[in-house]
């Protein structure tokens, strides 16, 4: 991979049901990146009955974070396999302050770094509605039980939110409205990026 050019490299973070996978969709047709969904290659695994597969689903059942060891590893060979992209959408990951630590290193080792985290917000009533709904559609077992949705969300509030920090520490942050039509939350996305 070369990285001597600049890359636009997006942190897009959110609670689960924020609408990190279909704003993605829309950032890397406009910016040419490349979607990079822990949540997606964890579901690729699953149904390939791969053993990272096996090992993620006895964490997700339950609404628990996969570990950052398996994590990080996962994401890493990934990243590695893209030669000179023009960037990156980090959707669902970094999901803990380990998991942001090694991405920041990584990216160094390749010679770029994050650029951004967009962070949707969406308040958790509407969270938990948003979820019941793509529960009908997704085919997702983690969608359809309440319990493991609440777990989700306790688990985002204790571990996941405080990798907001992280970011503000490198005047990194921006917060987006996450509340609105597609449309109008693809454009506040789109406002922030070319205010960079
Ligand atoms: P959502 O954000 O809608 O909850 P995702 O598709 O991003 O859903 O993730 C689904 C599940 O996959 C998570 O609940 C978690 O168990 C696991 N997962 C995804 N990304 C990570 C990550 N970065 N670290 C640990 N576990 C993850």
Redesign the pocket.
Known sequence: MTSLSIMLNIVLFG????G??TQSERLIEKYGLIHL????I??ANIKGETALGTL?KS??DK??????EV?INM?RSEVVKHTDPKGFIF??????NA?AQALDEFLKEIGTSITVMLALEVEENELKER?KKRAEVSGRA??ANPEVIAN?IK?YNSETAPVKDFYQHQNKFVAINGIGSIDEITNRLFEAIDLI
Do not use: C, E, N, W
């Open positions: 609670p689960p049901g924020a990190k996978g969904s822990t949540g997606d964890f579901r993620a964490f997700i609404g628990q974070l996969v570990p950052d994590t994401l959707d669902g990951f970094p999901r803990t998991q979820l983690d969608d989700r688990v």
